[in-house]
């Protein structure tokens, strides 16, 4: 299905928006803002925007730790408010400000996040029993980094998707350092994709710095997903440019240093910039969009902010009850 104009202009924008979100992290960060950590964003906005637009409001999401999930969250409909005030430690927040990594959105279909790496798969697994159970044919997108593929968990969940059939688009964000340990050292076939036939599913490589080629091929699992035919396995190769965590050493590897000649080529196939030129190209955004569109994002960015910091802080004894359900009977 041919992309239109205005979902062109919508993934623009939305990486946009993501960008400025980042950078208000960082920096709020380094102004002792945020009362947690962060992972930094920078290079890896395409696969989050192109990776959810595809999916519907209702369709279930588990985004990827990167930006913690900002751009998956914009481009499911979220706002960026509750997202800030979160990490602010403020009521407003999506936990009431409890931990910068309880991402929930019940509305558009993010039920829940966790910073320990590898929970995605089998809470993923469980949307995807859901989804398939319900009758509305929704579907799954989980999202998740090439650190967090060598676990074992990973494996167990693709064999039962496909075993059971289940409707999950399984999206691997291809950054080839997780941490700080070169996917190389770690895995020994040049695509991830490639372990995908040998559960029966299909596998796809798609460049995830082209937010048009990411949106493609998930449109293409998506439809198979609802059309009941089952989950497909699509590795994005992206590349962070940043620290795996804002504070960090971004060019440490467990051996050394990120070859800086290989940081500078990325950098030049930046997603945005890409795009940008693209959409200028074919006269789809002209020069005072972009300016438009990048005041219009600056602003969001700012009155999130100011949204925090006039929230109120999140109570300690509220901590209870949003880490633990009370059982019939309360007990």
Known sequence: ??????????????????????????????????????????????????????????????????????????????????????????????????????????????????????????????????????????????????????????????????????????????????????????YNKADIADVAGSYGMPGVVVDGMDVVAVYEVVEAAVERARAGEGPTLIEAKTYRFLSHSEGTRGDVIHDGFRDKEEVEAWKKRDPIKLFEDKLLKQGILTQEDIKRIDQEATAEAEEADKFALGSPWADPALLEKTVYAESEGGK
């Open 1 to 186: 299905m041919a992309i239109t104009k205005e979902t062109m202009i919508e993934m623009y924008t939305l990486m946009i928006r993501s960008h400025k979100m980042d950078n208000l992290m960082i920096k709020s960060l380094a102004d002792g803002k945020v009362v947690s950590f962060y992972h930094t964003l920078r290079g890896e906005e395409a696969v989050g925007v192109g990776g959810v637009l595809p999916l519907r409001k209702d369709d279930l999401l588990y985004p990827q730790h990167r930006g913690h999930g900002i751009a998956h969250i914009l481009a499911k409909g979220g706002s960026p408010k509750e997202f800030i005030a979160e990490h602010y430690g403020r009521a407003t927040g999506m936990s009431y400000g409890q931990t910068g990594f309880h991402i929930v959105y019940p509305e558009i279909g993010i039920l829940g996040y966790s910073g320990t790496i590898g929970s995605n798969f089998p809470a993923a697994l469980g949307f995807g029993v859901a989804a398939k159970k319900n009758g509305k044919k929704q579907v799954v997108g989980c999202f998740f980094g090439d650190g967090a593929f060598t676990r074992g968990v990973t494996h167990t969940a693709l064999n039962t998707s496909v075993v059971w059939k289940l409707p999950i688009i399984w999206v691997c964000h291809n950054n080839l350092y997780a941490m700080w340990m070169p996917l190389k050292d770690a």
